[in-house]
Nanobody, 124 residues
């Protein structure tokens, strides 16, 4: 079992930055691939980024590539999402998720554990 707690969301102006964190419990965090997803009001849950257990293989949605960076610190059981050049279309609840078996996937079904979500609001 893994419990995930996301944090770092907030209100930011367009063009600004935020860093989300997701702290995981459990001794097996370092063997899990991790992902970030988001859901805006009235829209489907959307893949944002994923990273392999080693941290060497990141993967991004086209809409965030070049602006967002996913990273992890296995010693701290934490995965991060650095978000730069934010725009109002990035407004959503952001969820971190853990995939015990893969190397990082854009498919929600691959993830067994989910955090509670953290709100990101970008004003124009």
């Amino acid at each position: 079992q893994v419990q995930l707690v996301g944090s770092g969301g907030g209100l930011v102006q367009a063009g600004g930055s935020l860093r989300l964190s997701c702290a995981a419990s459990g001794r097996t965090f370092s063997s899990y691939a991790m992902g970030w997803f988001r859901q805006a009001p009235g829209r489907e849950n959307e893949f944002v980024a994923a990273i392999s257990w080693s941290g060497r293989i990141p993967y991004y949605a086209a809409s965030v590539k070049g602006r967002f960076t996913i990273s992890r610190d296995n010693a701290k059981n934490t995965v991060y999402l650095q978000m730069n050049s934010l725009n109002p279309e990035d407004t959503a609840v952001y969820y971190c998720a853990a995939d015990p078996y893969g190397v990082g996937s854009p498919r929600r079904a691959e993830y067994d554990y989910w955090g509670q979500g953290t709100q990101v609001t970008v004003s124009s």
